[in-house]
């Protein structure tokens, strides 16, 4: 790589960015082979899975140590933060999940005492779900621990560059959001 041909003698890409981590070694390979093509997407979304995946190898430990997955503290810290009963259906939406998971997920939260599941009244399909005090006081908990944990994890890049890279991946995830379902085919 040379630095006419966007990189640098150390090997970072064109885009000023690390030039040691794997998805830089998978764009340098994959410029040998197809220099005709923009890999700059794959600059792009291969980090932000390949960090996706790290931080799920992590496995977030205050979670862990509560026994509990993250998508069972995503349920119930949506219970908590909304501060009422959703219904599974509602549920599935804020945490992006399968209804048949989050079905999993609840059966798993109330044989543990931590959520409380009522049919309407009015439909008995409908069940509406709720934090017992017990989820209530664990959510409560674990929530500061883990937002340390998650600062620690972190802490390598400065204040000012987390603010922009929040932006960024903002920005980035409302475009998604708003768009993703037109361009599957």
């Known amino acids: 790589m040379t630095a006419t041909d966007g990189g640098s003698a150390t090997g970072g890409d064109r885009r000023g960015g690390p030039g040691g981590d794997t998805v ?3 764009v ?6 197809h220099p005709d ?6 600059e792009i979304i291969g980090r932000i899975n390949r960090c ?3 931080l799920q190898q992590a496995e ?3 979670l862990r140590r509560a026994g509990l997955s993250r998508a ?4 119930l810290g949506a219970l908590r933060r909304t501060g009422h009963e959703l219904t599974p259906g509602d ?9 048949a998971a989050v079905t999993k997920r609840l059966k798993q939260l109330t044989e543990r005492g931590l959520v409380d599941r009522r049919g309407d009244t009015r439909d008995r399909r409908v069940a509406h779900v709720r934090l017992t005090d017990g989820g209530r006081d664990l959510v409560d908990g674990i929530l500061p621990e883990q937002l340390s944990y998650e600062a620690a994890v972190l802490s390598g890049v400065d204040g000012r560059r987390q603010d922009e890279l ?4 903002g920005g980035l995830l409302g475009q998604l959001e708003g768009r993703l379902d037109a361009l599957r085919v």
């Open 37 to 42: 093509l923009d890999t700059g997407p794959m």
């Open 91 to 99: 549920l599935a939406r804020e945490t992006f999940s399968s209804g």
């Open 28 to 33: 340098r390979q994959w410029r040998a082979v």
């Open 24 to 26: 830089a070694a998978v």
């Open 52 to 54: 996706a995946a790290l």
């Open 60 to 62: 977030d430990a205050p």
């Open 166 to 169: 929040a932006t960024l991946l």
């Open 72 to 75: 069972e503290f995503d349920l």
